[in-house]
């Protein structure tokens, strides 16, 4: 495995189309994702389950990154405490037991949220790059409303994570903001930038069979038990999305929007 490692950070929100890429980036045979590191603990003490549906101390991809742990003399149950004191050594020992356990240099972490950031190990250990998907405000209006959440907390929760990954972002060395619509359209070109930045090149295969690979991550939306390979939009909000959820998102939304869309296209060259 090269030395150093690159961690690719997933930012955005839920229902952004953060697991697509995730899962799309996963299916690269030099690629692992964990899912959110937020969670892991979670799945340590029995709260969560892995994606593939095995619990804790019954998955072995779970088990072998334990059993790297323990060599390091750590156990995955303390990483609650460590995200939450910034143990940096704790936390580094995590992504080295992935890297060594997995035999896989790229490793895809999706906790969403900019403050993970900080929490990531660097060099000379590994790199660091971030890529931060968004939709549409009428499109992130339009799931919260099918799935009964608030529309308006949504939309609050959009200006607000905008607001922070781009003020998060704004001097990181390696990072990427892409619109899910763009990245739909075109994801062969978008999926090629993203790879570049991590320091990778695309498998031939990857857009064609990305929904066939078992995934062990925690956390993640259910899209991840879908096997279709297929990449789309969803454009209904656009007929089928209320007046008033239409008028929150134009509202709280539209602004962060045309700033997250300004930052897509001042690195549309990298």
Same mark, same amino acid.
């Given at each position: ?26 299916? %690269? ?8 590191? /937020? ?5 340590? @003490? ?37 995200? /939450? @004191?910034?143990?940096? !050594? ?38 660091? @790059? ?5 939709? %549409?405000?009428?499109?992130? !209006? ?32 390696? !990072? ?13 070109? %978008? ?41 789309? @939009? ?37």
């Amino acid at each position: 495995m090269p030395t150093p490692a690159t961690i690719l950070s997933i930012l955005g929100l839920e229902h952004s189309g953060t697991t697509l890429l995730v899962r799309i980036l996963h299916s %690269h045979p030099d690629a692992v994702s964990i899912g959110g590191m /937020k969670n892991l603990a979670d799945f340590a @003490t029995g709260r969560r389950a892995c994606s593939c549906g095995a619990s804790y101390g019954d998955c072995p991809v779970w088990l072998g990154v334990e059993s790297e742990l323990q060599k390091r003399g750590r156990q995955l149950s303390q990483l609650s405490d460590a995200i /939450k @004191t910034g143990d940096a !050594a704790t936390i580094g020992d995590f992504f080295a037991s992935v890297a060594a356990s997995s035999h896989r240099p790229l490793l895809i972490e999706s906790s969403r949220q900019p403050s993970y950031l900080d929490l990531l190990p660097g060099a000379p250990d590994f790199r660091a @790059t971030a890529i931060h998907i968004f939709k %549409h405000p009428g499109a992130q !209006a339009w799931s919260a409303h099918r799935a009964g959440r608030s529309v308006l907390r949504e939309m609050r929760h959009y200006r607000r994570r905008s607001h922070a990954i781009l003020r998060r972002l704004s001097d990181h060395p390696a !990072a990427l903001h892409i619109g899910h619509d763009d990245f739909c359209a075109d994801p062969d070109i %978008h999926l090629r930038r993203i790879l570049a930045l991590a320091g990778f090149q695309p498998d031939p295969q990857q857009l064609e069979t990305w929904g066939e690979k078992e995934m062990h991550i925690i956390g993640g939306n259910r899209m991840k038990r879908d096997r279709s390979s297929a990449i789309k @939009t969803d454009a209904a909000w656009r007929q089928s999305l209320p007046l008033v959820p239409r008028l929150l998102a134009r509202l709280l939304g539209g602004a962060p929007y045309r700033r997250n869309l300004a930052a897509a296209r001042a690195c549309a060259d990298l």
